[in-house]
């Protein structure tokens, strides 16, 4: 009887700290707290874990339950730890990226948006008086929110465990998989260290079949688009941005996923770009598309 009873209390304590967990988590995802207030939370409750840990270390039955409360307890604190990291991030901005040719000149201009977080601005009026007095072109400003920070932690960790590779690892494996062999501008694209996100796959696919001397392209091409290792194109994000950057550029044609393809129009139409739009759900489609209009040109 005695021993229900204390499995029964047991089951009590680790309900009452799930739900408190989850009240904590949720203050700070809506914003009412910090992460340094559940980081501090979660260490108290930790220390005195231990504290009790200690005090029953000779008791075999109370320091098992014990044992595994503090297990679960630094389990959450590490989880959680993560998250002081993005704390000091005040805004994001989406900046202006010059595109990228991966091999020489390939005519294949790879399409990104970059991201940067700062920290120690003033205000957003600020942030942006800064950016226009160095000429530097940027499209959004957000203040970052404790629900940026709290799934920016969670992508992190996962990928940290193994649960979820980078997309950048995923997009490097499929396009190798899709070439079957490694080609010198691809090869050292892929080796930067300051790329991000899977929107280059389509692009790369493109160029390394330039360099194998399996496509030949005289063209400008802004390309963005992911690619699966048996050649399927998908959706990525931020296709305005990047219709912007390849129309400021002057290139005739965007390459852009089928998926992509119902915003992309839109987009056109609102911001008035003369840019000619080209949708694929597969590269051979791009591959077909490249080589009418390079017969064309020459025409």
Do not use: C
């Not at 098992?64 to 959680?80: H, T």
């Not at 991030?89 to 990228?100: A, D, N, S, W």
């Not at 120690?120 to 970052?144: P, T």
């Not at 949708?279 to 009418?292: C, F, M, Q």
């Amino acid at each position: 009887m005695k021993e229900k009873k204390r499995g029964s209390r047991f089951l009590l304590i680790i309900s009452v700290f799930i739900i408190f967990y989850i009240i904590l988590s949720s203050s700070f995802y809506f914003g009412f707290i910090n992460a340094y207030i559940v980081a501090g939370v979660l260490f108290l409750t930790l220390m005195i874990s231990w504290g009790f840990l200690f005090r029953y270390r000779h008791i075999k039955g109370k320091f098992g339950k014990v044992s595994l409360i503090v297990l679960l307890v630094g389990i959450l604190f590490i989880f959680d730890f993560f998250l002081l990291q993005f704390e000091q991030m005040k805004y994001r901005t989406l900046i202006h990226e010059e595109p990228v040719q991966a091999a020489g000149n390939s005519g294949i201009h790879l399409m990104s948006v970059g991201t940067a977080y700062f920290s120690h601005a003033e205000s957003k009026e600020w942030l942006i008086k800064n950016f226009e007095r160095g000429g530097q072109d940027f499209f959004q400003m957000e203040e970052v929110d404790n629900k940026t920070r709290y799934h920016s932690r969670n992508d992190i960790f996962l990928q940290l465990v193994g649960i979820r590779n980078d997309e950048v690892s995923v997009m490097a494996k499929n396009v190798r998989s899709y070439l079957g062999e490694e080609t010198a501008g691809v090869e050292q694209f892929l080796e930067s260290e300051d790329i991000s996100g899977d929107s280059a796959g389509l692009g790369l696919a493109l160029t390394g079949l330039i360099e194998q001397n399996k496509l030949m392209n005289n063209l400008d091409f802004g390309v963005t688009g992911a690619l699966s290792e048996q050649g399927e194109v998908s959706g990525i994000g931020m296709i305005k941005e990047k219709l912007t950057i390849a129309e400021k550029q002057g290139y005739p044609f965007m390459i852009i996923p089928s998926e992509n393809a119902q915003e992309a129009r839109r987009v056109k139409e609102v911001e008035s770009l003369e840019i000619q739009l080209v949708a694929v759900s597969h590269i051979d489609e791009a591959v077909r598309l490249i080589n009418r209009l390079n017969a064309e040109a020459e025409e």
